[in-house]
Structures are given as structure tokens and as C-alpha cells.
């Protein structure tokens, strides 16, 4: 662990380096959102809910007008073909896709914004679920989902938000979603820069960002010359459920808080913490959760860029009384215009591997003495884009994970698990 952090961070301060010349220009290449007003410039900077990205990333997304509308357009889809290995693993094609609009208009000395994101995933991942070794959370057909990952709802967020200026440098927000993200973790996985080339889930997904769509949510944020901000939330806890198509409103019983600074518009971090009323329908646990992540962002010729996260979490199960905890670092690098080369590195402590069989879980933990297992995962991936379209970005991809498991695993799992994923993306191109 010791020497990832150390080559992670070595790898972040070369390319600081290599590209400080072009700092000055390239820095804002992500120019296409902005306008002549600093609130809807905030206002369309974001990714994920409330949740920011490096300003140095050429966010991918496309700006239209219409009446006194600004309209922020993004998308992006992928056909996925995948095979997972050993006596737990499984094979399918599927596709995993969102698209969002976002409208922002001039209201009472501020901004005001609309925005609405989808997903087609309740029809293009067949019998709610892709398989995805060692991955739980939510569940299907009224069993719990271990190794595999659940589609995201059709309404993946329905919100809107005001902003307006209270001093030079000072801008507040409030924000109110049916549907939305909930300020709890980093810029969630579909969205994030440097997972944009990696189709599927991380394994940390309900450790570091599965708030990305709640319900109910309220949050309220103060930010200072655009690298503080502060923010807190309150919102529905439970997870979607299996209907996938509706929104399932209740009432605010969670609560969290975000700190995100910007030193320069490369670097991002945050750090949050939250307490999540039942998250899991099969568990009477509440979530206390505590996450912190670093973001980086090279700017690279013809809007290409370098990316690289770090980000751990903690969830601590309140009925059980333990902690378990999450690592994911991961980076997208352009070798050159057109090709991209992709890796991650994961580490979890998996406390549900056995929930399809509550018998066996007992008896595991019996006999280990252990709550939850240590997995490693290494994955490694190439994406090469392929002119088709003026309006749309195509790449055809592969990535290959290897595990490294606990040995009280292996007799499940077998002794060298790995997953195999060969895909097309599909990308709405941005302004230039």
C-alpha cells in the first residue's frame, strides 16, 4: 500500500511538472461553460450533485442557448461484454449509460437551474443486474446482490438549484432534488474524470459514493473565491429499490457534510461524513460514513487530459458495531490523441459476500472468527477512439482485473479470479 500511494504521488508531481508550461493556456479548456455571469458559471461547473471536479478538466459537455437559457448537454454510454471467472463468476453483454441536460437562467441578482439525468440501464441491464466478482449492495428479485452490480434508476436526478453572490468572491447555494446526489463522497463513478474510460462499477461503490442518487435531498453550500466550499445535506437514507422506473420519496431521516478545496484548478480534494438511515433493506444497520479523496487533472493537447484519483471511505455498521474500510486510486492517461490507457487499483474489506445464504454466512464466520475478508483488485485497460461522428465520440476498449483474495475465500472463488471486459463507448462531443 505503502508503495502504490508513493508511486501514485510520484506519477502526479512528473506530470506537474512535464505540463507546468502549459498551465497559463490549457488550464481552462473547460472554457465551453463559461459565461459573463460567475453564478451559472458555478452552477454548470458541477458533475455530480453539488460535487466538483479539477477546473482543468475539459468536462465533455455540450452548450446550446435557447431564449435566455443556457442549456449543458452531456451523455455517455457503454456496450459491455463481460466474463467473470471461477464458480461465482458470469458472463453477459449489457449496457451501462446516462445522459443529463442542464438549463440555467438569470433569476432575482442570481442563477437558477434545472437539471435532469437518465439512464436507460432498467432496460439495457437485463434481470437487474451485470456480473461484477466481489461487488455487493441493493439487491434483485428479493435477494441480496453479491457479485454483481445493480442498474442505476431510470430518473438518476431531478433537481433544482439557485446560487447567488454574497460577496466579490463569496457565492451560496441551495439545492433541492426528488432524485439527486447527496454531498457524501467524491463526484460519483459514472462521472468522474478519471474513471471515464472504465465501464464498470467500483467495488467501493457503496463505501465512497452510492448517495449519488438519493432521494429527498436538501443541500445547502457557501463557497469562497471558488477553492472552499462548505456544504451540508439532509435526505432519504434507503437505497433505491428493485423498480427501477419510479422515485421513491420518504421522508429526511440522514444528514451529511462536505468540504472540497481547490488550491489550483489541477488539484481538487474533499473530505465528508455522514449518518445514513438504513441504507440496505435487508439490514438493520444505520451508516455512519467518513470519506476522503484527491483529485488531479493534467490538461493534454486537442482537450485530452491526465486524470488520477485516490479516495478511501469508512462505513461504520451501527447494529454490528464494526468499521470496515475502502481504497480505489485510479487514472486515465493519453498515450496520444486517440489513445488511452486506464488503470485501478482497488482494496475492500467485504462484509456481505455470503448474504445469498444466510446458513453459509454463519458458518463462515463460525469458523474464521472474521466479519469481513480482504479483496484486492488490479485492473489494466486500453481505449482507442475511432472517428465515426462529428457529434459523438466512439472508442472500443478492453480491461482486464486480476483479484488477490484471502485464502478463507479461495474454496468460493477459486485461487486466481479474474474479469474480462470488452467494450464501446459512446460519448456526447463537447463544445469547443
Known amino acids: 500500500m505503502q508503495f502504490l500511494l508513493l508511486f501514485l504521488f510520484a506519477a502526479i508531481a512528473a506530470a506537474q511538472?512535464?505540463?507546468?508550461?502549459?498551465?497559463?493556456?490549457?488550464?481552462?479548456?473547460?472554457?465551453?461553460?463559461?459565461?459573463?455571469?460567475?453564478?451559472?458559471?458555478?452552477?454548470?461547473?458541477?458533475?455530480?450533485?453539488?460535487?466538483?471536479?479539477?477546473?482543468?478538466?475539459?468536462?465533455?459537455?455540450?452548450?446550446?442557448?435557447?431564449?435566455?437559457?443556457?442549456?449543458?448537454?452531456?451523455?455517455?454510454?457503454?456496450?459491455?461484454?463481460?466474463?467473470?471467472?471461477?464458480?461465482?463468476?458470469?458472463?453477459?453483454?449489457?449496457?451501462?449509460?446516462?445522459?443529463?441536460?442542464?438549463?440555467?437562467?438569470?433569476?432575482?441578482?442570481?442563477?437558477?437551474?434545472?437539471?435532469?439525468?437518465?439512464?436507460?440501464?432498467?432496460?439495457?441491464?437485463?434481470?437487474?443486474?451485470?456480473?461484477?466478482?466481489?461487488?455487493?449492495?441493493?439487491?434483485?428479485?428479493?435477494?441480496?446482490?453479491?457479485?454483481?452490480?445493480?442498474?442505476?434508476?431510470?430518473?438518476?436526478?431531478?433537481?433544482?438549484?439557485?446560487?447567488?453572490?454574497?460577496?466579490?468572491?463569496?457565492?451560496?447555494?441551495?439545492?433541492?432534488?426528488?432524485?439527486?446526489?447527496?454531498?457524501l463522497g467524491p463526484v460519483a463513478f459514472p462521472h468522474r474524470a478519471s474513471a471515464m474510460e472504465l465501464p464498470q462499477a467500483t467495488l467501493a461503490h457503496h463505501w465512497q459514493d452510492s448517495t449519488h442518487i438519493a432521494n429527498n435531498v436538501l443541500t445547502a453550500g457557501v463557497s469562497w473565491n471558488n477553492k472552499i466550499r462548505v456544504e451540508g445535506s439532509g435526505f432519504r437514507g434507503q437505497e433505491p429499490n428493485e423498480n427501477r422506473w419510479n422515485i421513491d420519496m420518504g421522508k429526511m431521516d440522514s444528514w451529511s457534510t462536505r468540504l472540497t478545496v481547490s488550491p489550483t484548478d489541477r488539484w481538487t480534494a474533499q473530505v465528508s461524513g455522514g449518518r445514513i438511515k438504513r441504507p440496505e433493506q435487508f439490514h438493520a444497520d444505520d451508516v455512519v460514513r467518513l470519506t476522503a479523496s484527491v483529485h488531479h487533472v493534467v490538461p493534454r493537447p486537442g482537450r485530452n487530459y491526465w486524470a488520477t484519483s485516490l479516495i478511501w471511505a469508512r462505513n461504520y455498521k451501527t447494529v454490528g458495531q464494526y468499521g470496515t474500510h475502502a481504497v480505489t486510486a485510479e487514472t486515465v492517461y493519453?498515450?496520444?490523441?486517440?489513445?488511452?490507457?486506464?488503470?485501478?487499483?482497488?482494496?475492500?474489506?467485504?462484509?456481505?459476500?455470503?448474504?445469498?445464504?444466510?446458513?453459509?454466512?454463519?458458518?463462515?464466520?463460525?469458523?474464521?472468527?472474521?466479519?469481513?475478508?480482504?479483496?484486492?483488485?488490479?485492473?489494466?485497460?486500453?481505449?482507442?477512439?475511432?472517428?465515426?461522428?462529428?457529434?459523438?465520440?466512439?472508442?472500443?476498449?478492453?480491461?482486464?482485473?486480476?483479484?488477490?483474495?484471502a485464502n478463507d475465500l479461495q474454496p468460493y472463488y477459486g485461487k486466481r479470479p479474474y474479469g474480462l471486459n470488452v467494450f464501446l463507448r459512446f460519448r456526447l462531443n463537447p463544445s469547443e
Do not use: C
Open 17 to 183: 511538472e512535464e505540463h507546468r508550461h502549459q498551465h497559463e493556456q490549457m488550464a481552462h479548456q473547460h472554457g465551453a461553460s463559461e459565461t459573463k455571469d460567475p453564478t451559472q458559471d458555478f452552477l454548470l461547473s458541477q458533475s455530480s450533485g453539488t460535487a466538483f471536479q479539477a477546473k482543468a478538466w475539459p468536462m465533455p459537455m455540450k452548450m446550446t442557448q435557447a431564449g435566455g437559457w443556457n442549456l449543458m448537454w452531456m451523455g455517455q454510454a457503454f456496450v459491455v461484454a463481460t466474463q467473470q471467472s471461477g464458480p461465482r463468476g458470469g458472463d453477459k453483454v449489457y449496457s451501462a449509460n446516462w445522459g443529463m441536460l442542464g438549463a440555467v437562467h438569470s433569476l432575482a441578482g442570481g442563477s437558477f437551474m434545472v437539471r435532469a439525468m437518465v439512464s436507460l440501464d432498467p432496460l439495457t441491464v437485463t434481470k437487474r443486474r451485470y456480473p461484477l466478482l466481489f461487488q455487493t449492495g441493493e439487491s434483485a428479485y428479493g435477494t441480496p446482490l453479491v457479485d454483481a452490480q445493480h442498474p442505476h434508476d431510470l430518473l438518476m436526478e431531478l433537481s433544482v438549484q439557485y446560487a447567488r453572490r454574497l460577496t466579490q468572491q463569496t457565492i451560496w447555494n441551495v439545492y433541492y432534488a426528488p432524485v439527486g446526489d447527496a454531498p
Open 334 to 405: 493519453p498515450v496520444t490523441r486517440r489513445n488511452f490507457v486506464t488503470g485501478r487499483f482497488e482494496w475492500s474489506q467485504r462484509d456481505e459476500l455470503f448474504e445469498y445464504n444466510h446458513d453459509l454466512s454463519h458458518e463462515i464466520t463460525e469458523r474464521t472468527g472474521k466479519r469481513a475478508f480482504n479483496v484486492a483488485a488490479y485492473t489494466a485497460g486500453y481505449t482507442r477512439d475511432v472517428p465515426v461522428s462529428n457529434t459523438v465520440q466512439t472508442g472500443i476498449g478492453i480491461n482486464l482485473t486480476a483479484y488477490s483474495i
